[in-house]
Nanobody, 118 residues
Framework: QVQLVESGGGLVQPGGSLRLSCAAS????????MGWYRQAPGKQRELVAT???????NYADSVKGRFTISRDNAKNTVFLQMDSLKPEDTAVYYC????????????WGQGTQVTVSS
């Protein structure tokens, strides 16, 4: 089994920054994709950013140039540096891990609230 524990959410003013962390533990396949998704009230969960174990990244258009995803493979940890935050970034942010082995499945963290408000 795999467990994901997120930290770093909170309340921040527009234009501010936050850094989210997610530590994975358990039986983790070496080749995997880790990422962040978010869900705002009344909306579907959406992709924010992903990063493969080899380092390639993918971002939603809405966060490109403002958010940076990174990972520490030795510690099975993924980070999301969020700068120039906007009120529309307010959501619950979920960490995700997908091992690149069949059958494919997703593991999710419990979520951390990010609120951008003055």
């Amino acid at each position: 089994q795999v467990q994901l524990v997120e930290s770093g959410g909170g309340l921040v003013q527009p234009g501010g920054s936050l850094r989210l962390s997610c530590a994975a533990s358990g039986s983790i396949f070496e080749r995997n994709v880790m990422g962040w998704y978010r869900q705002a009230p009344g909306k579907q969960r959406e992709l924010v950013a992903t990063i493969r174990s080899v380092g390639s990244t993918n971002y939603a258009d809405s966060v490109k140039g403002r958010f940076t995803i990174s990972r520490d493979n030795a510690k099975n940890t993924v980070f999301l540096q969020m700068d120039s935050l906007k009120p529309e970034d307010t959501a619950v942010y979920y960490c995700n891990l997908r091992p690149l082995v069949l059958p494919l499945r997703d593991y999710w963290g419990q979520g951390t609230q990010v609120t951008v408000s003055s």
